[in-house]
């Protein structure tokens, strides 16, 4: 298996900003995609933006400019950096991971059990 620990989340001001980490661990030979999913109180949850292994990245378009995402290979972990955070910026943040484990054809997917982001305005 696979475990995905978030870090970072926590209650700020508008404007500010915050830095969330996930440290993948358990049983897998690697680690394809990774990234960030968030859910606000009441709707579907969303993209915000993943990384491959080669370092390619994606983000949501109202991401953009704002959130950046990054990935320690060696570390197996991701991490977003958010900056000017707004209101509506509000979730549970997710970490999110593609690996590959030895002995099974292809890629599983994986969550973390979620970090609060509060932003106050």
């Known amino acids: 298996q696979v475990q995905l620990v978030e870090s970072g989340g926590g209650l700020v001001q508008a404007g500010e900003s915050l830095r969330l980490s996930c440290a993948a661990s358990?049983?897998?030979?690697?680690?394809?995609?990774m990234g960030w999913y968030r859910q606000a109180p009441g709707k579907q949850r969303e993209l915000v933006a993943t990384a491959t292994r080669g370092g390619s990245t994606t983000y949501a378009d109202s991401m953009k400019g704002r959130f950046t995402v990054s990935r320690d290979i060696v570390k197996n972990t991701v991490y977003l950096q958010m900056i000017n955070l707004k209101a509506e910026d509000t979730a549970v943040y997710y970490c999110?991971?593609?690996?590959?484990?030895?002995?099974?054809?292809?890629?599983?997917?994986?969550w973390g059990q979620g970090t609060q982001v509060t932003v106050s305005s």
């Open positions: 999110n991971a593609q690996a590959r484990r030895l002995g099974v054809v292809g890629t599983r997917e994986y």
């Open positions: 358990g049983s897998f030979f690697s680690i394809d995609d």
